[in-house]
């Protein structure tokens, strides 16, 4: 059975930082793009970042470019996000996803999905 677990969500005020990680079990960690996403109320689920499996190739949702980073430790199955800078607008249920040797890394693609985790920036 997949599962993936995000953790280090919480309260920060704007300009603070937070990491946040994600455990995956249940799949050939390394087979799989794999990605960050966030749905603020009210608004669509968007992407944050993501990597690609076959060339470990990232991409940053316009957004976040220069503030966020995301890296993968496929020997610990882990997914991180690492957040500077933050902003109130960055406050959203953060979800971490994953989907099975796919060269895009949209929402749509991704087939497994995480519970989220809450980021909330205070101004």
């Known amino acids: 059975q997949v599962q993936l677990v995000e953790s280090g969500g919480g309260v920060v005020q704007a300009g603070g930082s937070l990491r946040l990680s994600c455990a995956a079990s249940?799949?050939?960690?390394?087979?799989?793009?794999v990605g960050w996403f966030r749905q603020a109320p009210g608004k669509e689920r968007e992407v944050v970042g993501s990597i690609r499996w076959s060339d470990r190739r990232t991409y940053y949702g316009d957004s976040v470019k220069g503030r966020f980073t995301i890296s993968r430790d496929n020997a610990k199955n882990t997914l991180y996000l690492q957040m500077n800078s933050l902003k109130p607008e960055d406050t959203a249920v953060y979800y971490c996803a994953a989907g099975f040797r796919v060269t895009s890394t949209g929402v749509g693609d991704m087939r497994y999905w995480g519970k989220g985790t809450l980021v909330t920036v205070s101004s």
């Open positions: 249940g799949l050939s960690f390394s087979l799989y793009s």
